[in-house]
């Protein structure tokens, strides 16, 4: 399975930004996929995922702000960000998992840049 996002950038306090991430290769294989971030010096931490049944997780710090979705059929899932504050700033990484295939441990995306300025 293979990730790619798109829709980072540089974006005012206060302002939004869609992330976008499609799956290609062997998706029957995948089950969840999310979104995680990374800012500088500080550890990977999940944002928000999304099941095959479209059952949501947030992070705290994201809840009411953020939107996970997913569209099955293209296999892309969606991170609406709104309201975005200078702490969002990090790399965004598109994850997706599963446990259909045997052997499949899940993918990365290559990571998008998110900077919100003050």
């Known amino acids: 399975v293979q990730l790619v996002e798109s829709g980072g950038g540089l974006v005012q306090a206060g302002g939004s930004l869609r992330l976008s991430c499609a799956a290609s290769?062997?998706?029957?294989?995948?089950?969840?996929m999310g979104w995680f971030r990374q800012a500088p010096g500080k550890e990977r931490e999940l944002v928000a995922d999304i099941t095959s049944d479209d059952n949501t997780y947030y992070a705290d710090s994201v809840k009411g702000r953020f939107t996970i979705s997913r569209d099955n059929p293209k296999n892309t899932v969606y991170l609406q960000m709104n309201s975005l504050k200078p702490e969002d700033t990090a790399v965004y990484y598109c994850?997706?998992?599963?446990?259909?295939?045997?052997?499949?441990?899940?993918?990365w995306g290559q990571g998008t840049q998110v900077t919100v300025s003050s």
């Open positions: 994850n997706a998992n599963g446990n259909f295939c045997p052997g499949y441990v899940g993918s």
């Open positions: 290769g062997d998706t029957i294989c995948i089950s969840n």
